[in-house]
Each structure stands twice: as C-alpha cells, then as structure tokens.
C-alpha cells in the first residue's frame, strides 16, 4: 500500500501537469507530503512483523552493495566523465536513459552538467524550495522510498510472481523468470533504467543471498543517501 500511494501521487501530479501547468512549489511540497504519509502508512502497516530483523553479520555487504550501486549510478554522469569521454557520456544519455534515442530534457551537451534555464528539477534546490524541503526530499529518497521499494519489489512482488500465497516462498529461494521480471519492472520505474536494472540485480541478489529484505533496505538507502549528497554538493539537480 504504501508503495502504491507513493507511485499514485508521481501520476496524480504528472496528470495534472498534463492539463494545467503546476506551481513550481507544489513539487518539493508534494513530495515532502508523500514522504510524510507513506512513512506513517509504512509504520501503521508494520510489515516488518513478518521478516527477520536486520541481521549485523549482513551489514558490511548491504553497505558494499550500496556504495557500488551508488557510483553505477553516478559516474556515467559525472563532469569528469563528460570532460574525458564526452562521446560515451552523450551515448549513456541518448540510449540509457527514458527515452532511448533522445536526449532527457536536462541533459545538453554544450552546457551540462548546468541545468537548462527554469528547469523543474531546480524546484528541488535549496536557492528555490528553501534547505527545509530540500533536506525533506533526501530523507524522502533515502529514508522512505527507498525501504518502501525494498519491502515491495523484494519482499512482496518477487515472491508473488511465483505463488499467489507468496509468503509460503523463501527470501533466499531463487527463481530467473521472476528475478528478470522484478528487474525490468525495477529498471523502468526509473529514468536511468539501466543503472536501474542494475540496481535491480544487486538489491536482488543481496536479497537472495542474505534472506534479509532489511538488508537490501539499507543497501538502497545508502545508494540514496549518497546520490542524494552528491546531488546537494555538486548541483546536479537533474538526478532529481
């Protein structure tokens, strides 16, 4: 449920932005809002009682898994990468990133990695939503969707794909037809569905070989709160 309200909220926006064109604020405010609901529904719901407690032996791995996913995601993007390959950096935005052979609307070679002018992303930074709601939006990323993620596409639609009485399947039972499908799933809901199956894959993985959706939590949380640092610290607000 929580998952379902936080996707619900991403298409109640993008409809109304269809039709009538947002006020810039209602961005960072619905996602701090979203964040706020689904984290009560998260703790209302207490999905947690029916998995094992997040095991430490498990955690160097969750953190090494998250870290690695982290800089998947971030150095194909890099100013360092744009400077020494600018031809690869140009096909990873043309091919890798929705939709596949154009360029995302933040993303021109002449002048990335700065923003185009008045660019939505930028309703997210500090200098527009204001330090309040742009610390709002990394706890959101890290802290929320991130272990709403988990909890759905590890815990719940891996095993469900299998059998519909899903939690009779074991975390550590491994299945490829229903792994690749979670992956894809996984690796489409995100713009970067490349770095997003690979993501995908290892969160997966993490999972199978731990038997600890925590685990895989923590992993995906760090690669956020990471991305979400890099992010603030470097301006590329285009990952938002």
Not at 6 to 29: D, E, H, T
């Amino acid at each position: 449920m929580p998952f379902v309200v936080w996707v619900g909220v991403i298409f109640l926006l993008q409809g109304l932005a269809s039709v009538y064109p947002c006020p810039r604020v209602l961005y960072p405010w619905g996602y701090a809002v979203k964040s706020v609901v689904c984290a009560g529904l998260f703790l209302w719901l207490k999905p947690w009682r029916v998995y094992p407690v997040l095991k430490l032996s498990n955690v160097p791995l969750a953190l090494l898994v998250g870290v690695i996913v982290a800089v998947v995601w971030i150095v194909p993007e890099t100013p360092w990468l744009g400077r020494t390959a600018p031809n690869v950096q140009a096909f990873y935005h043309r091919w890798c990133i929705m939709m596949p052979g154009t360029f995302p609307n933040y993303y021109n070679p002449d002048f990335f990695p700065a923003l185009p002018y008045g660019h939505l992303s930028l309703a997210f930074s500090p200098s527009e939503a204001g330090w309040g709601l742009t610390i709002m939006k990394l706890v959101g990323s890290a802290g929320v969707i991130a272990v709403i993620e988990e909890f759905f596409f590890r815990g719940f639609f891996y095993r469900w794909l299998r059998n519909a009485k899903f939690w009779r399947i074991s975390l550590t039972s491994f299945d490829m037809h229903a792994f690749w499908v979670v992956v894809a799933v996984f690796g489409l809901e995100h713009d970067r569905w490349l770095a997003g199956m690979f993501a995908g894959v290892a969160y997966g993985w993490l999972t199978i070989r731990t038997g600890d959706v925590w685990a895989a939590a923590l992993s995906h949380a760090l690669t956020n709160l990471l991305l979400a640092v890099y992010v603030i610290g470097s301006g590329q607000y285009g990952f938002w």
